[in-house]
């Protein structure tokens, strides 16, 4: 975005970026350069041809992407705050490219971090920061979404280990997936299992025709009488509390990655209006469109500094799950806001893969529904400002 010397940056009016450490900020400028090199140039067409550019997994990985915030196992153990400064400028260019890379860190791997035995911790996380093994998360299933209590997947126990049986549905990354963290219901409650793409009885089937998150692979996994040996259960995950924990991690990404994508709808929005000249005056000088702007700049401004404390409490230890839903509830919204303010300055230009406006926007569509529907995390904001679930 072109700006006159003097003029702030409309997407730091509050000098946010002075609040980073040079760590913090030197990590942000290298992922922006790597993608607006690598990934930029192309998104558009990834988005067209419904294609995930998985060329660009091996370069996310030298980066140290992939499990970034997570320690040891050739995973780059940043701080929170770095790791949402990449999402953030993933998802400025899509958040397909935000979504491979919380699915892969923050779900599979954080999963297996977390709760893996160390054999499985040893055989998958050091491929999976390389880029060699990809992972995928499967909790939702067709008839079963915000509510995942009332899974249909079993895992029944057998004298050589487990049986998996059901279907798993919206699966990001699960037809390119090398393991799949699966979670099914057993005698003893709600369990992971560390599923491997060859294991007997298990496929997947890609999901086509989708309006949102174009670039990103989505998929259904189908468990059908599918047998793992005895250690392929997370021993440490016990209950849903367990795909809870690590959604609440793959959330924290989200509270940023959304506000890359309202950035560049912001920045799109201002040099089109200042170039786009009617009633022979750009139409960035008139007060209606001004006052868009200006609204679109006050949520991602705002947006930037909820992120940055909520990162701050979650390096100190002290961010709660309710914490999370304010900032997924908060700036999903704002930066759907945004991308559809933007598309109306554009006009009918707005609506062109030219420009990257309808794209973001509709890719927020699925991210307002993923980790959480808006809906559902209004329930836990309600309930943690009455005492009172209002879930059922
Ligand atoms: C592109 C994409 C990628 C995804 N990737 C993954 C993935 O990798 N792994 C995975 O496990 N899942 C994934 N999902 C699934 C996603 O998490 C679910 O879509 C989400 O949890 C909502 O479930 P649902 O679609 O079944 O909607 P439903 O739960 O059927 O909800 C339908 C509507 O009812 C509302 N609703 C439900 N319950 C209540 C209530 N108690 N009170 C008020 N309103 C309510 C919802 O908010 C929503 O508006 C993905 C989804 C998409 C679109």
Redesign the pocket.
């Known amino acids: 975005m072109s700006r006159q010397p003097g003029q702030p940056d409309p997407s730091d009016l509050l000098d946010v970026a002075a609040l980073l450490s040079d760590e913090e900020r030197a990590v942000q400028a290298t992922v922006r350069r790597l993608l607006a090199e690598h990934a930029e140039p192309h998104v558009g067409e990834w988005f067209e041809r419904a294609e995930f550019p998985r060329a660009l997994v091996p370069r996310f990985a030298e980066l140290g992407l992939l499990g970034m915030h997570l320690d040891g196992y050739g995973c780059a153990g940043t701080n929170a705050v770095s790791y949402g400064l990449a999402c953030l400028e993933l998802e400025a260019v899509d958040s397909a490219l935000r979504s491979f890379v919380s ?1 892969q860190g923050s779900l599979a791997m954080y999963a297996l971090w977390r709760f893996g035995s160390t054999r499985q911790k040893e055989e998958w996380l050091p491929a999976m920061a390389a880029g060699t093994a990809i992972g ?5 299933e067709p008839d079963h ?3 995942p209590a009332a899974m249909a997947t079993t895992a029944r126990r057998t004298d050589a280990g487990w049986v998996l049986d059901g279907t ?1 549905m ?3 990354n699960g037809g390119i997936a090398d393991v799949a963290i699966v979670w099914a219901r057993t005698d003893e409650g709600v369990r992971g299992f560390c599923v491997p793409r060859d294991t007997p009885g298990f496929t997947t089937r890609d999901m086509h025709h989708k309006l ?2 174009r670039a ?1 692979v ?1 998929s259904e996994l189908i468990l059908s009488g599918c047998e793992l040996p005895e250690d392929a259960i997370l021993p440490g995950a016990t209950g849903l509390r367990a795909p809870l924990a690590c959604l609440n991690e793959a959330r924290f990404g989200i509270v940023w990655g959304a506000l890359g994508a309202a950035r560049s709808c912001l920045a799109t929005a201002i040099d089109y209006a200042r170039e786009r000249t009617q009633f022979g005056r750009p139409v960035a000088a008139f007060q209606l469109t001004q006052e868009k702007l200006v609204e679109m700049a006050l949520e991602l401004n705002k947006g930037m500094l909820l992120a940055l404390h909520l990162g701050r409490r979650k390096d100190s230890g002290q961010l709660r799950p309710d914490q999370v839903s304010f900032g997924k509830l908060n700036n999903v919204r704002a930066a759907l806001q945004i991308a559809r303010t933007a598309r109306t300055i554009l006009g009918a230009n707005g609506i062109s893969l030219e420009y990257p406006v309808l794209r973001h926007a509709n890719n927020l569509e ?1 991210v307002l ?5 808006s ?2 995390h209004t ?1 836990v904001l309600g309930e943690a400002i009455t005492g009172l679930s209002a ?2």
Do not use: A, H, N, P
């Open positions: 699915v995928c998360f499967g909790l939702t979404g915000s509510d798993k919206w699966i990001t949102s998150l990103s989505t699925s529904t993923y980790e959480g529907t809906e559902i329930l879930f059922r």
